[in-house]
């Protein structure tokens, strides 16, 4: 009996020496240096692999950060600002400083807005629609509705409205990682500043079709009428392709081109609403339908 | 036993009902809407301008590069408008628009010419017309067809092959066309065969156009340079590479060009169009389309202006009936779905196919029951339920290494699957992630 | 116009009339035949089996995929019909009704939804769920009631052994074939089916018929099962040749046990066979192989079924290694 169990032992003890023989000699024969501020980095980088910084992972972000001398146009956009100053404090090197962004739709195009002529059967894919023609609607410009971008979020920041047929990002959520712009055939997703108390205006349309075959496609669609252009005091609205655009950082969000904007396609978000224009609103929309 | 390609193939239902409806011209249309990227490559560059006269034949569009193609005004009239408009891809695309002159005669001449079998033209100036004449591939393609006849001397090309297939169901523009321009196209075959300096050609036709075959076999009789060969009714025997596996035995090379092993492959529209330009300096500005659909009343293979829109056609085989569903651009199995009938044809519709509600919709998917049908019947030897798993997956790297890019785009795959399984969706996706990620080297 | 929006969608816009459902109905079909003639061979009981064991299947698949998986419930599409069908042929016919129900549960639950339903499971269900009631209860699963004298009786059913069976432990106490083949059915009644065994695998003709039909309607070609018997065939009557009083002939192995069911409804299975040509060959090789060497060399009489389960694991690799063909393979392309 005793023999057995002092067999037993010296079988498992001597394996287990062996063992340890062998990772020791492993790891010292394959022993490959790192730099341990790889891994510091790394520790303080979100660890969302989100690739939105460029790099596939993000080890890897760190180990070019640790790597390259000027690391001043490499940004987190998830980390944002006080992430990269961390880094820069680690590293010893100067970081840019970036407004944080996040992600809007241009598009205000929803179900009752912007008529379906058509319809589409095949994978729900907002990239193999874009591949068999130009969307269900007349717009040829505006969201497809399948809802690539919210499957490419990796941080629940977007969900489909059933009722408007459209994305939704949910700013607090969103880090601006870019993975809804990557994956948009469209193209209709940007980042803008965050601004203060996420305050933004922008223009909710990329329609390029002369105003009256935009118009007749979608209620809520530029025209490029240029109202919004005359009546901007700070030259932040140019005018391409029959299109607005709004610079977000020229924009000192007066609001003035929000309600000359005769198609209501210019889109405030989060600003207090205005008394009068929240009774006015919904009828001239109503109408415009 | 009739020739065939060895592996894989359907046969879907045929329903050429238009086989016996001989073309009919149709009068010019009040406009035309013509599209400046009829081919594939690069766009033709826009040579007239707003209230410009334009006559038929001219020039309206210069090719925009090598492969790329010259555009001709199908009509004579006045351009109103340089715009975009829906074409068949379903994106709005440049367009010229010319309203026709209807004073002006030239619009209602019949363009029937007498028969011109002498050669006349060096070999040079042979393949100079094709270039200035729009000539493109009419089978579907549209491949600009002086870039197919430009051949190098290390290619050794030996054989002609004129592709009389016609293998998609519906479609008979191109059996019309070998019934009533036989020996137009006899003529064209020979002008192509001296010019390139091939002493062989054969002309390749689906075993249910008898009539057709019966008809060219009289027609080269005497000539032993000309061979007719009947192959077996089989989708997708009209695919270049698989008519060239059926007739000559001869496998086109994993991302190779017919020219490979030595073959030139035409279409008998694309030759009946080089016969107009060479013999009669006509450019290509009208095509056959057949205009069917089960439920179309008067269903026709007519002569089309290139830039026609599509209602004008319907509306000439009496309208669309009621229930209708899908317009199809092209065949059942390799058309495109086109989104309202103002969409003009082009050098490449062969068809406009009217789909009623009770076939237009998509079955459901269900889940695959690995039943292998999509293996079997690939003419191209893949995996089309791994290259769907795989570019699902994102795979994209292994989808290339399961040969994703040769596929054909057939759609046997597709038409086959018992759980309706979206696989050509998946694949074409797949193919073109891989073209923009330019990760591939021959 | 029409009042409904035109269809966009890609190609092809026309499809054939075969579906899926289609296919599995046509297996249902071709296994009628064999199971009219269990009825009439073991009466009752068949019936009592083969209905439990359907029933079970279906609610199982239902009860799974309406509240475990929460997906659509896909009852209807056959599959789980045929199942319950295949389980109960390859049960004996007074098995005791709570054992073909965990069978099923074992079938449905574990073989084919665990995996993530149809399509997606290795091995065929029917096939684990026998094997898994072979090796838990051994003893109810080889009393074999015999033929013709239990059409009535459920319980206390007159049992015996298989043709296999009765080899098998003959040989094994060192009796000859000669001696064994008085005890052992006629062919022609094996032919029929007139003899003992699992419900539905001994009557070789019904079997064969629905297997034509199978064949004839394209739903299962004729690789797997052609080649599966053959090699049985000539396996075992090359054993047979050199010692024809130690092995049975070949004509004995084809008739009696699972080989033909196995060969044209168990192996065929769309989901769980290679799926080219290729390899259709290859894993019926395989399993021909495998079932004449667990049957001559091994401890159960019978062994098509392991035989086919081993293959189905080998699947994927098959599918791995033997492709089509590609059109115009003879340049290669790299990556980089």
Known sequence: ?289 | MLKTFPKGGIHPPENKITSFKAIKRLPAPKTVYVPISQHIGIPSEIVVVRKEKVKIGQIIAKSGGYISSNIHSPVAGTVTKLDKFFDSSGYKKQCIVIRTDPKDQTNFESADLPLQTEIKLSAKEILQHITDFGIVGLGGATFPSHVKLNVKKDNNIDCLIINGVECEPYLTADHRLMLEKAEEIVVGIKILMFALHINKAIIGIENNKKNAIENFKELTNNDDKIHVAAVRVKYPQGSEKQLIRALLKREVPKNGLPIDVGVIVHNVGTIFAIYQAVQHNIPLTERVVTVTGKKIKNPANFWVRIGTPIIDLINEVGGLPEGTRKIVNGGPMMGKAIKNTDVPITKGTSGILVISEDEAERRKAKNCIRCGECVFVCPMGLEPHLLMNLTEKRLYEKAYNEDIMTCIECGSCSYVCPSHRPLLDYIRFGKSIIKNLEIIKV | MSKEPIIISASPHVHSDRTSKKLMYDVVIALVPAFLVSIYVFGIGALIVTSVAVISCLLFEYLIQKFLLRTDVTISDGSALITGILLAFNLPSNLPIWMIIVGSLVAIGIAKMSFGGLGFNIFNPALVGRVFLLISFPVQMTMWPTAFENQIKIADAVTGATPLGVIKEGLQFGETMTDLSTKIPSNIDMLFGFTGGSLGEMSVIALLIGGLFLILRKVITWHIPVIMLLTIALMTGIFWMINPEQYANPLIHLLSGGAVIGAFFMATDLVTSPMTKKGMVIFALGIGLITVVIRLFGAYPEGVSFAILIMNAFVPLINKFFKPRRFGSRIKSTII
Request: proline share 6%; glycine share 6%; charged share 25%.
């Open chain 1, 1 to 289: 009996m005793s023999t057995s169990i002092i067999y037993s032992v010296l079988l498992l003890a001597s394996l287990g020496i062996i063992a340890a023989i062998v990772l020791y000699v492993i790891s010292k024969k394959f022993y490959v240096y790192e730099d341990p501020l790889i891994t510091e980095v790394e520790e303080i980088l979100p660890a969302a692999n989100c690739a939105g910084c460029g790099s596939p992972g993000c080890r890897s972000f760190a180990e070019k950060l640790v790597n390259t001398e000027d690391i001043s146009d490499l940004f987190c956009p998830v980390g944002g600002n006080d992430v990269m100053k961390s880094i820069a404090e680690l590293l010893g090197k100067e970081v840019a400083e970036k407004d944080p962004t996040v992600a809007v739709l241009l598009c205000k195009g929803s179900c009752d807005m912007r008529p379906k002529t058509t319809q589409f059967q095949g994978p729900d894919s907002c990239a193999i629609s874009a591949m068999v023609f130009s969307g269900e609607t007349d717009c040829q410009y505006g969201c497809l509705g399948k809802g690539d971008c919210v499957d490419a979020c990796l941080f629940d920041a977007m969900y489909m409205d059933k009722n408007t047929g459209l994305p939704v990002i949910i700013t607090d959520k969103c880090t601006s990682c870019g993975a809804c712009v990557e994956a948009c055939p469209k193209d209709i997703i940007e980042m803008r500043p965050k601004n203060k108390r996420d305050l933004k205006i922008y223009v909710g349309c990329m329609n390029e079709e002369k105003g009256g075959i935009a118009k007749k496609a979608c209620a809520v669609a530029c025209i490029g009428c240029s109202k919004c252009f005359d009546i901007c005091p700070k030259d932040a609205i140019t005018m391409e392709n029959n299109l607005a655009y709004i610079d977000p950082y020229l924009c000192t969000l007066c609001r003035k081109c929000v309600d000359i904007c005769p198609t209501h396609s210019i889109i405030e978000t989060n600003f207090p609403p205005k008394k009068v224009k929240a009774i006015v609103e919904p009828l001239k929309i109503s109408n415009d339908a």
